[in-house]
């Protein structure tokens, strides 16, 4: 899984059917790029939280129908990022 | 799922069956290279899209067989990308 | 789905039971690396490909028990690469 | 599968219910950045251990449904890592 | 599919259950990394092989349930690799 901090809700009124009304946000992750995952925890901008990809992504965000690649599963306690830290 | 940028319809006439008809769209990922994806919204160049990989593109484009990996889910509805914002 | 440019054909003659007599081609991604991908289109060294990955490459290469990961589903009828294109 | 080193534990109480209460630690790929991974193994900080991810993480994990993408399998006996050995 | 080059056999004699005593290879991908693949073709070091991933490393490794993300599934005839080739 991945170690990401949450930015901003995303908004995207015109989307298919199967992604429902679930809350996107935007997540940086560490020493990377942005992504957008379900969140399904209740984050708030600036956690850091544990993203998890793949075929786990669906289920986690609720059902194996759930068509997420990238779906937020935990809120981490407490997370020091130091530059050094960020490789 | 990632944040792209749809740049043009791209055309392959000679195909497998289960691709079918489908519009398939060229897109560049934020900070990354071009991808096609499948189009089951209806965007048009310039949109800023969310797209999902993995087993999900598959449901996304419209059945658990179709033949994808790369599929857009939504378009949001306002992207301001800076430079210093393409990290 | 990714962008590819067709070299040729890949001869491994010492195979699981799995991948059958099937053709595999050695194929080098726009921007990337080279990969070795299942051709069931019949494509030709300098052909621009569109291939799929993730479980979708085995429904692509005939069955959903199909040892692939990166399979090619169809041909691009035209595709100009610039230097300045190749990111 | 990834050749990772273990760093620590990672605590994270909000979590959603499908992760249980597994033990997730901190681990950092040979050459790449850190992720979280389950641990069905018994690790402990400083052990050399094989990750493996996609959907083989879950049944890794315990179960077909467990929401993991990137799960321990097993401790590396030895592992010299030098300075060029990390390419 | 990967092209990667064969290094070594890697010991992990704590492992899952799942993942049995079958043989675990240290393999170095074509201008990449290097990762653990399952081989099921019996190679030795120095050979250039083809590793698959995702789901389908599972069936290649054997069987569905087989918790492999990277299995070798066939040793190329001929392979040569040059400096400017390694791109």
Redesign the interface.
Known sequence: ???CRVEKT???????G??ENRR?L?VKE????????VD???CKPGDWV?C?????????AGSK???????I??????WEETEEGN?
Chains 1, 2, 3, 4, 5 share one sequence.
């Open positions: 899984m991945k170690i995303l908004v995207a009124t015109s989307r298919i199967g992604l996107l935007v560490r020493g990377g790029g942005k992504q957008v995952a399904p925890v209740g544990i998890v990809g793949s075929s786990a992504a669906r289920d986690a129908d759930y068509p997420s690649d990238f779906t599963v935990g809120i981490i306690d407490y490789k």
